[in-house]
């Protein structure tokens, strides 16, 4: 199913920067459209103080890419826009020619849920010039962003020790987009269920809710509140209790789950919203048990994060279920992943020229190259990566080197190794059936499983071994001194 023209438009090629189609347009009229590029999608830095990202958004990307066309609409409104003088920016034949307009790029990418680090390619493009420059904003938008937050969502999901995280944020995500796809990658980040009904129909997600405070305010007395619910819903009773007083709240729920039990029925449980979690939640479990309801769940909700979570575990918090919100739609402590996507390789006279670009920050030198990424494994365990050129290949006992820097880097004794990038589009044509968002969850949990608890950590994560493979390092240090002597 292509989720995006179900909600949007069905064309969106005008979902990038103005100056991707400026720098297009004259490719075009310099005759440069057709030379064939290699450009790379990577972030610099883990996020969250993390050591690890999980890779989503893909299945956008390659919606986004397969459904790529300028329409009518959109020609008309490039022929609107204007330059200095108030000329036409754009010349008309350069508009005829985005008419017939389509994607023939070779693209690869890293499947959604797998454990990613720093500067390893998780989309890599190849073909002409001009198309490979027209993806870049769109791809950046929709790989940066889900990343991002299906991360936040492992670290969450971490913390929560197996007990079930729902998704809550659908309220203060930002817009339609930054509400449905921050669910999607919550999912495939970890989290059991959704609150938001729409990510849960396009992407068969579990949903999960029960009433806000507005229904207890609704009524006179807040028994008359839960046990009105009670009737009307009674498979879906959760009572939200801190309205008023929190654990008198409890006590009238387990009065309305008395009423349930009496007609056949049985209470989920209780929904804390406010105050101190942990003491709560442990003087609310007394109240169930000795309620007759120890079978009653206790979710736990507002403000949370990894931390919170934590720190209500290490005073004994009672809690089954935990509803994260704003904290993970939004990615709170960190907005954006900083991905970028950088030109790598250029073909002149049926040569690839490798290109490298500089910076004072050897964090933001670029890595030249058609890249590739081998994860190396020992006994089902992830032991290291190694960045490489598929053009100068890579030995079976590979010698690495440091991202930056020239120190080098011992890669531990492996047994299987496998190469993350898969092939997405060949010759403009799909050829990658997208995983649902339940599989590329179940994958985020065997990957993060198979890094070793020091990488995964929330405190303290120790770095994961990646390297590139030396040949490699050793072009990019050739390509830096020239480049540096040409300045």
Request: include cysteine.
């Amino acid at each position: 199913m292509n989720t995006l023209p179900h909600l949007y438009r069905h064309s969106l090629a005008l979902l990038t920067d103005l100056y991707q189609l400026t720098m297009a347009n004259a490719y075009w009229k310099e005759g440069l459209a057709e030379r064939e590029a290699a450009f790379h999608l990577i972030f610099r830095r883990c996020p969250f103080g993390g050591e690890y990202a999980i890779a989503c958004g893909l299945s956008y990307a390659a919606d986004f890419i397969e459904n790529f066309r300028f329409d009518e609409g959109d020609v008309a409104y490039l022929a609107s826009l204007c330059g200095v003088g108030n000329r036409p920016l754009f010349e008309p034949a350069f508009l005829d020619y985005l008419r017939d307009f389509r994607i023939r790029c070779e693209i690869d990418a890293v499947p959604e849920g797998t454990a990613v680090f720093a500067h390893e390619p998780l989309v890599r493009v190849v073909g002409p010039l001009l198309e490979c420059q027209l993806l870049e904003t769109p791809l950046l938008n929709m790989i940066n962003f889900q990343t991002l937050i299906a991360t936040k969502a492992a670290r969450v999901c971490r913390a929560a020790e197996g007990e079930p995280v729902l998704e809550f944020g659908l309220r203060r995500s930002q817009g339609i987009d930054g509400g449905v796809s921050a669910s999607r990658a919550a999912y495939i980040g970890g989290c059991a269920a959704t609150s938001n009904v729409l990510a849960g129909k396009l992407f068969d997600i579990p949903v999960k809710g029960t009433h806000a405070h507005s229904w207890v305010m609704a009524f006179d007395e807040e028994q008359e509140a839960f046990d009105t619910y009670a009737r009307a819903m009674p498979h879906n009773s959760l009572f939200l209790v801190d309205t008023y007083d929190t654990l008198s709240g409890v006590r009238r729920a387990v009065q309305a789950g008395r009423l349930l039990r009496e007609a056949g029925h049985e209470m989920l449980g209780i929904r804390l919203d406010s105050g101190d979690l942990a003491a709560l939640s442990i003087e609310a479990r007394k109240i169930l048990d000795e309620g007759g309801f120890p079978d009653a769940s206790i979710v736990a909700s507002g403000d949370l994060d990894e931390y919170e979570i934590l720190e209500a575990k290490r005073r004994g918090a009672r809690i089954d279920t935990w509803g994260v919100g704003t904290r993970l739609a939004t990615a709170w402590e960190q907005p954006a992943l900083g991905g970028v996507y950088k030109l790598a390789a250029i073909k002149q006279d049926s040569q690839w020229r490798h290109r490298v670009k500089l910076s004072d920050s050897p964090i933001k030198v670029s890595d030249p190259g058609i890249l590739q990424v081998r994860r190396y494994a020992n006994r089902g365990r992830f032991v290291g990566d190694a960045i490489y050129d598929e053009a100068m290949g890579i030995s079976e006992q590979p010698t690495l080197a440091a991202l930056t820097g020239d120190q080098k880097i011992k890669l531990p004794a492996a047994d299987s190794q496998e190469d993350l990038l898969a092939p997405i589009f060949r010759d403009g044509e799909r050829n990658y059936e997208t995983p649902s968002a339940k599989a590329a969850r179940e994958r985020t949990s065997q990957q993060l499983a198979a890094l070793d608890e020091s990488v995964t950590r929330l405190a303290d994560p120790q770095p994961y071994v990646v390297g590139l493979e030396q040949d490699l390092h050793d072009l990019k240090a050739k390509l830096m001194r020239e480049a540096r002597e040409k300045a």
